[in-house]
T-cell receptor
């Protein structure tokens, strides 16, 4: 089974802190994604990566950056957390040439105080 | 403009009855895929069912079926014989090709919260 693991299920941070959200997948997928989920808005794409060291902005990249140094790991970075970044963050992966679904991690619920 | 519309923020259904969750989509690309995911209160996203734009028949997976009406751009999820464990958020999503970097864009609707009543 494909496994996508997010490092933290729950985080509480203070405004201005640097936050790292880590995601690891074990199925050699080329594509990895970071989504943000807010009530009534569904999932919105922050960034995705289509290969090591390659990334592309999604719909809401402001305030976020990403890192993909190894194929299996995709990190989301909040350089200076703000209260409006309190949200559920979902990582997903899938093979590049595939018509199938996204495989999701369990989510990381971030609260910024 | 919204690419995926789910007009029902919340739905109630009696246990053992069938329920339909609505989804309409908007794309100009002829090649796309439609997905439904379930998200229980624990937070994980569970893939339920997939329909490709060129598929001739409606997709079915156990108690889940997708009522695909291409001309109307709708992809409603039908859950038969509802169970208490079906209580969750349900998201409709569409995969359409991106123009760069071999990527594919997944767009999600706002979700429908289904509550199954005993």
């Amino acid at each position: 089974d494909v496994k996508v693991t997010q490092s933290s299920r729950y985080l509480v941070k203070r405004t201005g802190e640097k936050v790292f959200l880590e995601c690891v997948q074990d199925m050699d997928h080329e594509n990895m994604f970071w989504y943000r989920q807010d009530p009534g808005l569904g999932l919105r794409l922050i960034y995705f990566s289509y290969d090591v060291k390659m990334k592309e902005k999604g719909d809401i990249p402001e305030g976020y950056s990403v890192s993909r140094e190894k194929k299996e790991r995709f990190s989301l970075i909040l350089e200076s957390a703000s209260t409006n970044q309190t949200s559920m963050y979902l990582c997903a992966s899938r093979p590049r040439v595939n018509t199938g679904e996204l495989f999701f991690g369990e989510g990381s619920r971030l609260t910024v105080l | 403009a919204q690419k995926i519309t789910q007009t029902q923020p919340g739905m109630f259904v009696q246990e053992k009855e069938a329920v339909t969750l609505d989804c309409t989509y908007d794309t100009s690309d002829p090649s796309y895929g439609l997905f439904w995911y379930k998200q229980p209160s624990s937070g994980e996203m569970i893939f339920l069912i997939y329909q490709g734009s060129y598929d001739q028949q409606n997709a079915t997976e156990g108690r889940y079926s997708l009522n695909f009406q291409k001309a109307r751009k709708s992809a409603n999820l039908v859950i038969s014989a509802s169970q208490l464990g079906d209580s969750a958020m349900y998201f409709c999503a569409m995969r359409e090709p991106r123009t760069v970097n071999y990527g594919q864009n997944f767009v999600f609707g706002p979700g429908t919260r289904l509550s199954v009543l005993p």
